[in-house]
C-alpha cells in the first residue's frame, strides 16, 4: 500500500510504496530538507492533469481532512444534541431607535394610511347590515371596510416584524396576511359553502403568486435596474410550491381517471351511481391522508427556515441579502426640474436616502400597541367577514355574477390587501428577500397549513371539504406556479418579470369571470 502523511501544511513527509504497483522493494522513508519541499509542492502543484503519477494519489490517505469554508455546506448539530434557533432570526438586521409614546403611536396609526378614511364603513356595513338593506350594498360597504382593517393588520405585523429577522419577520408577516382569509374562509365552510372555500383557496395562492409577486419584481424594478434575493432561499420554495401543487392535481387526477374506466365499462346506472359514491368516499379519506402530511411538510418547513438552516435566511447588515449587486437608480430616465435646470442633487439625494434609513430605524408603534391594534382590527375583521360572506348570495344572485369569479378573484383581492401594501411597501425600500417571504411564502402557508386545516376542520364539524377541486381551476394554478418557478429560478428581476406576473393574472382574472364554473363535488 502506498501511504503519503501530510502535515497540517498538506507537505509530504513518508511514501510507502504499495505491493503489486511494479515495486521490487520497499522504499525507505525519507525526510528532506526544507527547501526541497517547496520544490516539490510546486511542482507537485504545476503537474498536468494527464500525469501518470497521479494513479498514485487513488491510494494516499489523508490524515488531516480539508477544512470546510462558508461556501460550502455546513453540518448540522451535533447527534443527540437539542436543535436551538439561530438568534440572528429573532434579532434586527439594523439596530432600531427608541419606541416613541402612547400618544405619538396613536398619532402614527391615524396618519398611517389613506385607506384608513375607508374606515367609516365599518359602522355603515354594520347598520345596513342589521337593518335588513340589500345583500348587495351590505357586501360592498363590507369589502370596503375590510380593506382598511387588512391595511392596519399589516401596519401592526410590520412593526412586531421589524423588532424580528428576516425569516421569522417574513413567516409572521405571510401569517397575519393571511388572517382575514383564513376568517372568511372558515365562516364559508360553517355555511356549507364547499365551493366557495376551495375557489377562495385557489385564488389565494393565484393572488400572492401571480399579482403581489408581480406587483413588487414591478415596483421595486421601477427603483432598481436589477434587484437581487437569495438563490437558496427561492429554491426552497420553489419546491415547496411544486409540492403544493402536486397535492392538488393528483386527487383531480385520481378522480379523472376513475371517470374514465367508468365511462369505458359497461355498468347500469345503479351500478354507476353506487361507483360515484365509492369514488367520493376515497377521494374524501385521501384527502384527510393528504392533508396529515401537508401539515407535516409545514413544520418540517418551518423547522428548515427557523432551526436547521437558519443561516440561509441571515440579512446582511444593511438588511438585505446581496445588498451590494442592487443599483437604485431612475430605470426609465424621466429628468426632474432640478437636474434640467442643472443643479447638482447629489448632497440632496444622499440626504433623503440617511433620512430614509433614519425612518426605517425608527419604530411607529410600541411592541404592547402593535400587539393590541393586532387584536383589535382581528376581531372588528372578523365581524365584519361575517357580513360579507353573508351577502355573497345575493350578490351573485341579483346582479348575475358569477359565484365563480367572486371566490376566486374578488375575495382574495379584499383579503390580500395587507399582503399588498406590505409587500410592494418593502420592495421599494430594497428589501426584495421579505417580498418574497410574504408574498411566496404565502401561497406555501394557504397550500401547506391553511387547507389542510380547513379539511379537517371541516372532517371535524361534519361537512365534506376535499382536495378534488375544480379541473379548470386546478389546470390554472399548475400553469401560474410553473410560470412563477420561470420567474423566481435564477438570482435576480426587474420590472418586466414583474409585469409578465401581472398580465397572467389578468389573463385568468379575464377567463374566469366567463367560467360557469362546476357543481359542488
Known amino acids: 500500500m502506498v501511504k503519503l502523511e501530510f502535515s497540517q501544511d498538506n507537505v509530504s513527509t513518508a511514501i510507502t510504496p504499495k505491493a503489486g ?9 525519507k525526510h528532506p530538507h526544507p527547501s526541497d519541499l517547496e520544490k516539490v509542492t510546486t511542482r507537485e502543484a504545476n503537474r498536468p492533469s494527464h500525469d501518470p503519477r497521479e494513479v498514485l494519489a487513488r491510494d494516499y490517505t489523508l490524515p488531516h481532512p480539508p477544512t470546510l469554508h462558508r461556501t460550502q455546506s455546513a453540518p448540522l448539530p451535533a447527534k443527540g444534541g437539542p436543535l436551538t434557533i439561530d438568534p440572528a432570526v429573532w434579532k434586527p438586521a439594523v439596530t432600531l431607535k427608541p419606541p416613541p409614546s402612547w400618544s405619538r403611536c396613536f398619532v402614527n396609526t391615524v396618519r398611517y394610511s389613506w385607506l384608513n378614511v375607508l374606515l367609516v364603513f365599518i359602522p355603515v356595513s354594520w347598520a345596513l347590515h342589521f337593518s335588513g338593506q340589500g345583500d348587495t350594498v351590505v357586501f360592498v360597504t363590507s369589502a370596503l371596510a375590510i380593506i382598511p382593517l387588512a391595511a392596519l393588520l399589516s401596519f401592526a405585523t410590520e412593526e412586531v416584524a421589524m423588532r424580528l429577522g428576516s425569516a421569522s419577520g417574513g413567516l409572521l408577516n405571510a401569517s397575519f396576511g393571511n388572517a382575514i382569509e383564513l376568517i372568511i374562509a372558515i365562516l364559508a365552510l360553517t355555511k356549507g359553502e364547499i365551493r366557495l372555500v376551495q375557489s377562495a383557496m385557489i385564488g389565494s395562492i393565484l ?35 411544486g409540492l403544493s401543487t402536486a397535492s392538488v392535481v393528483i386527487p383531480a387526477g385520481f378522480h379523472t381517471a376513475i371517470a374514465w374506466l367508468q365511462d369505458d365499462s359497461d355498468q347500469t346506472d345503479a351500478q354507476d351511481t353506487i361507483q360515484d359514491e365509492t369514488t367520493r368516499r376515497h377521494i374524501l379519506q385521501l384527502s384527510h391522508g393528504v392533508a396529515f402530511i401537508l401539515l407535516f411538510v409545514y413544520a418540517a418547513y418551518l423547522t428548515f427556515q427557523l432551526f436547521t438552516h437558519s443561516n440561509q435566511y441571515k440579512p446582511d447588515a444593511d438588511g438585505t441579502v446581496m445588498a451590494h449587486s442592487q443599483t437604485k437608480a431612475n430605470v426609465f430616465r424621466v429628468p426632474s426640474w432640478r437636474s434640467m435646470g442643472g443643479s447638482d442633487d447629489s448632497s440632496s439625494n444622499s440626504h433623503s436616502s440617511t433620512d430614509s434609513d433614519d425612518d426605517e430605524n425608527q419604530p411607529k408603534l410600541k411592541i404592547m400597541a402593535a400587539l393590541v391594534l393586532l387584536a383589535a382590527v382581528t376581531a372588528f375583521a372578523g365581524v365584519t367577514s361575517e357580513f360579507l360572506v353573508g351577502s355573497i348570495n345575493g350578490l351573485t344572485e341579483d346582479n348575475n355574477i358569477n359565484k365563480e369569479w367572486v371566490a376566486l378573484i374578488l375575495l382574495p383581492l379584499i383579503g390580500n390587501a395587507s399582503e399588498h401594501v406590505c409587500a410592494v411597501t418593502v420592495s421599494l425600500k430594497g428589501r426584495l428577500d421579505l417580498s418574497m417571504a410574504v408574498a411566496v411564502g404565502s401561497s406555501i402557508q394557504v397550500a401547506l397549513f391553511i387547507i389542510p386545516f380547513l379539511i379537517l376542520l371541516a372532517w371535524a364539524i361534519g361537512q365534506q371539504l376535499t382536495m378534488f377541486f375544480d379541473i379548470f381551476e386546478t389546470l390554472a394554478l399548475f400553469v401560474s406556479i410553473v410560470i412563477v418557478n420561470w420567474a423566481i429560478q435564477d438570482s435576480h428581476t426587474n420590472w418586466l418579470e414583474g409585469l409578465t406576473l401581472m398580465m397572467t393574472y389578468v389573463i385568468l382574472a379575464l377567463v374566469f369571470w366567463y367560467y360557469p364554473g362546476s357543481p359542488e363535488f
Do not use: K, T
Not at 21 to 29: S, T, V, W
Open 21 to 29: 504497483r511494479g515495486f521490487d522493494h520497499a522504499l525507505p522513508e
Open 207 to 241: 393572488s400572492n403568486s401571480l399579482l403581489v409577486l408581480g406587483c413588487c419584481f414591478f415596483a421595486g424594478g421601477l427603483r432598481y435596474h436589477n434587484q437581487p434575493y437569495s438563490v437558496r432561499s427561492a429554491q426552497v420554495n420553489i419546491g415547496m410550491l
